[in-house]
């Protein structure tokens, strides 16, 4: 699950909104700063609050536009937010969660929509399933597209960033700095997870053509 932001860039640095949460927003001094803050704005505005009546929206499917990165939410934040959602859509209280998944207690099914006690068992993910046929595990858990490196029009810059290393983000002048540099991530990521040398060079390849045709557009 991933949330969107809009960048800016300020003469003495960035600073960025939500597309899909109004409201949430932060700023820092540099790029590599301001993806962890709004990493950490992220996880804070849509953990704020304990009241099951909130609702926020899901993320919008959005496109490559100039100065937009998708940040991931935390899977224990994505599943209580998801699960809150399905609920509501079903016009289900939590009481009729609980009962529907045959917990036998309300608590047992409050602690999925909280954050800080969500982690279910496979048992409990099939009754979760079962109720709510459209629940999806692959839209909540952080995909293998952590390991590779985004590129990112902001202005004049290119900010390239790869989500598990935030600290390894860079900003460059020019659109082929920013692939060359979007290759060394990339290619070492590859290289840690695959022993075939020719394959991991393929790979690279292959990315960096992807990034290249976000780039254009």
Same mark, same amino acid.
């Given at each position: 699950? +991933?949330?969107?932001?809009?960048?800016?860039?300020?003469?003495?640095?960035? $600073?960025?909104?939500?597309v899909?949460?109004?409201?949430?927003?932060?700023?820092?001094?540099?790029?590599?700063?301001?993806?962890?803050? %709004?990493?950490?704005?992220?996880?804070?505005?849509?953990?704020?609050?304990?009241?099951?009546?909130?609702?926020?929206?899901l993320?919008?499917s959005v496109?490559?536009?100039k100065?937009?990165?998708g940040?991931?939410?935390?899977?224990?934040i994505?599943?209580a937010? %998801?699960?809150?959602?399905?609920r509501?859509?079903h016009?289900m209280?939590?009481?009729d969660? =609980?009962?529907?998944m045959?917990?036998?207690?309300?608590?047992s099914y409050?602690r999925?929509?909280s954050?800080?006690?969500?982690?279910?068992?496979?048992?409990?993910l099939?009754k979760?399933?079962?109720?709510?046929?459209?629940?999806?595990?692959?839209?909540?858990?952080?995909?293998?597209e952590?390991?590779?490196?985004?590129?990112?029009?902001?202005? @004049?810059? $290119?900010?390239?960033?790869?989500? @598990?290393?935030?600290?390894?983000s860079?900003?460059h002048?020019s +659109?082929?700095? =920013?692939?060359?540099?979007?290759k @060394?991530i990339?290619? +070492?990521?590859?290289?840690?997870?695959?022993? @075939?040398?020719?394959?991991a060079k393929n790979?690279?390849?292959?990315?960096?053509?992807?990034?290249? +045709?976000a =780039?254009k557009?």
């Amino acid at each position: 699950m +991933k949330y969107h932001f809009k960048i800016h860039k300020e003469e003495n640095g960035y $600073w960025a909104e939500c597309v899909e949460l109004q409201g949430c927003f932060t700023q820092a001094e540099s790029f590599d700063s301001l993806l962890v803050n %709004m990493d950490e704005a992220l996880s804070i505005h849509l953990d704020e609050t304990k009241d099951s009546e909130l609702n926020f929206p899901l993320p919008d499917s959005v496109g490559n536009e100039k100065g937009i990165i998708g940040i991931s939410v935390k899977p224990s934040i994505a599943l209580a937010l %998801m699960l809150r959602h399905l609920r509501k859509k079903h016009n289900m209280t939590q009481k009729d969660a =609980a009962e529907a998944m045959g917990f036998k207690g309300l608590f047992s099914y409050q602690r999925l929509e909280s954050s800080k006690t969500s982690n279910p068992e496979l048992l409990t993910l099939d009754k979760i399933k079962s109720v709510f046929t459209e629940f999806s595990i692959d839209f909540i858990i952080r995909g293998s597209e952590r390991e590779v490196a985004h590129i990112v029009q902001i202005d @004049n810059e $290119w900010g390239v960033f790869e989500e @598990n290393n935030y600290r390894q983000s860079s900003v460059h002048k020019s +659109k082929d700095a =920013a692939l060359r540099a979007a290759k @060394n991530i990339s290619g +070492k990521n590859i290289l840690k997870s695959h022993a @075939n040398a020719k394959i991991a060079k393929n790979n690279v390849k292959a990315i960096v053509g992807s990034s290249k +045709k976000a =780039a254009k557009k």
